[in-house]
């Protein structure tokens, strides 16, 4: 696999508490993803980045931040958890834009329970 | 807005059937098209990928898709599963003007019987 890891690999978190998940890649990739999975809803995008400080909207990002101060690190934050946003989470990274793009490698998720 | 629709949730096949899963875009311009494969309890795997040229497209594991730009479609075949490809088949795109954005359609759930 390459070299994207995810932590923590398991939490479960009180409703109205900040959470921060983290993606860590060594492959140098310019662009980088958060998706949560939900079942019968598939991956849905949240945040993206396409560089250091330069982040983007998906299409569930309410309720959601990012963080992109170094190319090798991705942050998600849920500002208040709240229970719709038990899931498991993936970050994925990719190389490069639309002339050379190869799709994404994921990471082994995160799977957030909140309570 | 693109979307994937896929529209067999859960499909059960017997080993050594012949598998197809259909997958539908809407988007008129020019797409890459990927399929994506998590068995259980893993995350997603590239299986295949098409981006230009012969729309038959070969993956790993005795995979292939066809991209029919006229139906807009993408459909996944495999002519003799096995129980090892029980998993979660995922459909994607990307299109347009959204470089590096892939849109996942929910997903296909495939149970091999022994």
């Known amino acids: 696999d390459a070299g994207i890891t995810q932590s923590p690999r398991h939490k479960v978190t009180e409703t109205g508490t900040p959470v921060t998940l983290r993606c860590h890649q060594t492959?140098?990739?310019?662009?980088m993803y958060w998706y949560r999975q939900d079942p019968g809803h598939g991956l849905r995008l949240i945040h993206y980045s396409y560089g250091v400080k330069d982040t983007d909207k998906g299409e569930v990002s309410d309720g959601y931040s990012v963080s992109r101060s170094k190319t090798e690190d991705f942050l998600l934050t849920l500002e208040s958890a709240t229970s719709s946003q038990t899931s498991v989470y993936f970050c994925?990274?990719?190389?490069?834009?639309?002339?050379?793009?190869?799709?994404?490698?994921f990471g082994s998720g995160t799977r957030l329970t909140v309570v | 807005a693109q979307s994937v629709s896929q529209h067999n949730h859960h499909v059960i096949l017997s080993e050594a059937a012949s598998l197809e899963l259909g997958c539908n875009y809407s988007?008129?311009?020019?797409?890459?098209l990927f399929w994506y494969v998590q068995y259980p309890g893993q995350h997603l795997q590239l299986l295949l990928k098409?981006?230009?040229?012969?729309?038959l497209v070969k993956g790993i594991k005795g995979f292939e898709a066809e991209f029919i730009k006229s139906k807009f479609s993408f459909n996944l075949r495999k002519p003799s599963v096995q129980w090892s490809d029980t998993a979660e088949y995922f459909c994607?795109?990307?299109?347009?003007?959204?470089?590096?954005?892939?849109?996942f359609g929910s997903g296909t759930r495939l149970s091999i019987r022994p």
């Open positions: 994925a990274i990719s190389e490069g834009d639309r002339t050379d793009f190869y799709g994404y490698t």
């Open positions: 988007y008129g311009g020019t797409v890459n």
């Open positions: 994607a795109v990307n299109a347009g003007s959204s470089a590096s954005k892939i849109i």
């Open positions: 492959e140098n990739h310019r662009y």
């Open positions: 098409y981006f230009s040229g012969d729309p």
